[in-house]
């Protein structure tokens, strides 16, 4: 049984351990420091051996130095009425070891008392703490410290205030995990007739069960009188010879905490979540200058296809502005591009892209986690320009080869502005001759009665522009498909910044909030 026990704490110890990691820069809540806390006394608390330590609190005048003294068997601490008495904590041991040494160190308990080893007892340390309603706020303090540190509780009530609201909401409710390893103790029944007695044990145990401590055992004893000394002897005896009233404190402890870290854990199922990646994409890419790179890259190959196939002699036009993708410096993700920073409207749609994302992921999520997806949002928004700008500027934007019809229209233009050229010369060549009164001398060729010059000349120029007017459709018509693939081309590269620097963090965050709700499950259950 114990060594099931100690393997069911390290679980739990191993679960808390692990909900805490993942918490760690995450969760800025007090539940978490609770926690850390707790790792630390069960790993002291493991180191010092299987001694177990027994606490009698109470409030003053309850008699709980008078039963400290009727258990140790001599007067190791001080009765008294008047207010403060007991300020320190007094220890009575049972049995001798250094281990017992180290562990009063550990609690910080100075005054101690040693009896002869008892074989029933043999192990226990039995804890007489300050008043826990002492006028002197250090006293108090230090009750609310031991009591978190000792494995068993003994609290000590007494017929006069045994219903204390104080008591009870301060100390006995928030203790219904801790039931296992509690005793309540009502002291002073001397005081009371049989009758009295049984209803003021009625009643008592009553506000108990209604706090959840139905299986804390109730006893009523006398530390003047003895009565019920011996079957408190008795529970005490039994937990010391079962030696797991420490691996029970912490397994309580850890099972606590595992119970206040679920409060930041999800209670309903998750909703199915909403389709909102391509809205933040379309943000993304209207921030990143997407727009802005395909109208680029539609002039510049209508401007580059209309200089290929248009009139030889107007081409030099081109020079004249330059190339609207070249201004943007693209190429070269290392290199800042000349893209123009988003706008107010680009800005405030990213913002609001990010803000769906995180809403979405945040579904069913704690608050906790909601403040710091909203944190990681935040960081993300932060350092997205520069992502996206490298992104865009290092995208391949498509083949940029010259097509083939293109360079055999090139080809056909040069041959007609050869042709007109041709009957230029020819026809400057037959004013000449005309000139000198030679025109006879050679014959003029003729078509359909036109002569063959001028039909080259006419014939070549008018063929050039038409050719170059039908080619502008076709120029158009490639350019726009060039965009198209620009465009998908810089929205992959969108997406890509996108999974890598919006949603790969917030899916870390749901992530971590989903081991944690598991870590926290098992060490609560």
């Given at each position: 049984?114990?060594?099931?026990?100690?393997?069911?704490?390290?679980?739990?110890?191993?679960?808390?351990?692990?909900?805490?990691?993942?918490?760690?820069?995450?969760?800025?809540?007090?539940?978490?420091?609770?926690?850390?806390?707790?790792?630390?006394?069960?790993?002291?608390?493991?180191?010092?051996?299987?001694?177990?330590?027994?606490?009698?609190?109470?409030?003053?005048?309850?008699?709980?130095?008078?039963?400290?003294?009727?258990?140790?068997?001599?007067?190791?601490?001080?009765?008294?009425?008047?207010?403060?008495?007991?300020?320190?904590?007094?220890?009575?041991?049972?049995?001798?070891?250094?281990?017992?040494?180290?562990?009063?160190d550990w609690l910080e308990v100075p005054r101690r008392h040693r009896r002869e080893p008892e074989p029933a007892l043999d192990g226990l340390v039995l804890l007489d703490l300050p008043d826990h309603d002492s006028v002197r706020l250090e006293h108090r303090l230090e009750v609310d410290r031991l009591v978190g540190l000792v494995d068993v509780l003994v609290w000590v009530l007494d017929p006069q205030k045994y219903a204390d609201a104080a008591v009870h909401e301060r100390y006995?409710?928030?203790?219904?995990?801790?039931?296992?390893?509690?005793?309540?103790?009502?002291?002073?029944?001397?005081?009371?007739?049989?009758?009295?007695?049984?209803?003021?044990?009625?009643?008592?145990?009553?506000?108990?069960?209604?706090?959840?401590?139905?299986?804390?055992?109730?006893?009523?004893?006398?530390?003047?009188?003895?009565?019920?000394?011996?079957?408190?002897?008795?529970?005490?005896?039994?937990?010391?010879?079962?030696?797991?009233?420490?691996?029970?404190?912490?397994?309580?402890?850890?099972?606590?905490?595992?119970?206040?870290?679920?409060?930041?854990?999800?209670?309903?199922?998750?909703?199915?979540?909403?389709?909102?990646?391509?809205?933040?994409?379309?943000?993304?890419?209207?921030?990143?200058?997407?727009?802005?790179?395909?109208?680029?890259?539609?002039?510049?190959?209508?401007?580059?296809?209309?200089?290929?196939?248009?009139?030889?002699?107007?081409?030099?036009?081109?020079?004249?502005?330059?190339?609207?993708?070249?201004?943007?410096?693209?190429?070269?993700?290392?290199?800042?591009?000349?893209?123009?920073?988003?706008?107010?409207?680009?800005?405030?749609?990213?913002?609001?892209?990010?803000?769906?994302?995180?809403?979405?992921?945040?579904?069913?999520?704690?608050?906790?986690?909601?403040?710091?997806?909203?944190?990681?949002?935040?960081?993300?928004?932060?350092?997205?320009?520069?992502?996206?700008?490298?992104?865009?500027?290092?995208?391949?934007?498509?083949?940029?080869?010259?097509?083939?019809?293109?360079?055999?229209?090139?080809?056909?233009?040069?041959?007609?502005?050869?042709?007109?050229?041709?009957?230029?010369?020819?026809?400057?060549?037959?004013?000449?001759?005309?000139?000198?009164?030679?025109?006879?001398?050679?014959?003029?060729?003729?078509?359909?009665?036109?002569?063959?010059?001028?039909?080259?000349?006419?014939?070549?120029?008018?063929?050039?522009?038409?050719?170059?007017?039908?080619?502008?459709?076709?120029?158009?018509?490639?350019?726009?498909?060039?965009?198209?693939?620009?465009?998908?081309?810089?929205?992959?590269?969108?997406?890509?910044?996108?999974?890598?620097?919006?949603?790969?963090?917030?899916?870390?965050?749901?992530?971590?909030?989903?081991?944690?709700?598991?870590?926290?499950?098992?060490?609560?259950?």
């Amino acid at each position: 049984m114990r060594r099931k026990a100690e393997q069911s704490l390290t679980e739990r110890l191993t679960s808390l351990r692990e909900a805490v990691e993942v918490a760690e820069g995450r969760l800025e809540v007090p539940e978490v420091a609770a926690a850390r806390a707790v790792l630390a006394k069960a790993g002291a608390r493991e180191a010092l051996g299987d001694a177990t330590v027994v606490a009698l609190a109470g409030a003053t005048g309850s008699g709980k130095s008078t039963l400290f003294n009727a258990l140790s068997g001599s007067e190791v601490s001080t009765p008294g009425v008047r207010r403060p008495t007991t300020g320190v904590a007094h220890a009575t041991v049972w049995g001798a070891g250094g281990d017992t040494d180290r562990l009063l160190d550990w609690l910080e308990v100075p005054r101690r008392h040693r009896r002869e080893p008892e074989p029933a007892l043999d192990g226990l340390v039995l804890l007489d703490l300050p008043d826990h309603d002492s006028v002197r706020l250090e006293h108090r303090l230090e009750v609310d410290r031991l009591v978190g540190l000792v494995d068993v509780l003994v609290w000590v009530l007494d017929p006069q205030k045994y219903a204390d609201a104080a008591v009870h909401e301060r100390y006995l409710a928030p203790l219904a995990g801790h039931a296992g390893v509690l005793l309540v103790v009502l002291n002073q029944v001397d005081r009371l007739d049989e009758q009295a007695a049984r209803a003021c044990l009625a009643d008592l145990r009553g506000l108990l069960d209604r706090e959840g401590l139905a299986a804390t055992p109730l006893l009523a004893v006398s530390g003047r009188t003895g009565t019920g000394l011996g079957e408190l002897r008795g529970e005490l005896a039994r937990r010391v010879s079962a030696r797991r009233a420490a691996t029970e404190r912490l397994v309580a402890d850890v099972r606590a905490s595992g119970t206040a870290l679920s409060a930041h854990c999800p209670h309903e199922p998750v909703p199915a979540r909403r389709p909102v990646v391509d809205e933040l994409v379309d943000a993304l890419s209207g921030a990143a200058g997407v727009p802005t790179v395909t109208a680029a890259v539609e002039r510049s190959t209508r401007r580059e296809g209309t200089g290929r196939t248009g009139w030889p002699l107007l081409r030099w036009t081109r020079k004249l502005g330059a190339d609207p993708l070249a201004r943007l410096h693209l190429g070269d993700e290392r290199a800042r591009s000349s893209l123009p920073a988003a706008g107010a409207v680009e800005t405030a749609r990213v913002s609001t892209a990010v803000r769906e994302v995180r809403e979405d992921v945040a579904e069913g999520l704690a608050p906790a986690w909601r403040d710091e997806l909203r944190r990681t949002a935040e960081d993300v928004e932060d350092r997205l320009a520069d992502s996206l700008d490298r992104a865009v500027a290092g995208t391949d934007l498509g083949p940029d080869r010259v097509p083939l019809w293109q360079r055999a229209v090139g080809g056909l233009q040069w041959l007609l502005l050869l042709a007109a050229l041709v009957g230029a010369v020819w026809l400057l060549a037959l004013v000449l001759l005309g000139f000198l009164q030679l025109d006879d001398v050679l014959p003029l060729p003729r078509v359909e009665g036109i002569p063959l010059p001028t039909l080259l000349v006419v014939g070549g120029l008018l063929a050039g522009l038409l050719l170059a007017l039908v080619c502008r459709p076709l120029v158009a018509l490639r350019a726009r498909r060039r965009a198209r693939t620009a465009e998908r081309r810089l929205k992959s590269a969108v997406r890509a910044v996108a999974e890598e620097e919006v949603l790969a963090p917030l899916a870390e965050v749901e992530r971590d909030a989903e081991r944690f709700c598991a870590a926290v499950g098992a060490a609560a259950r």
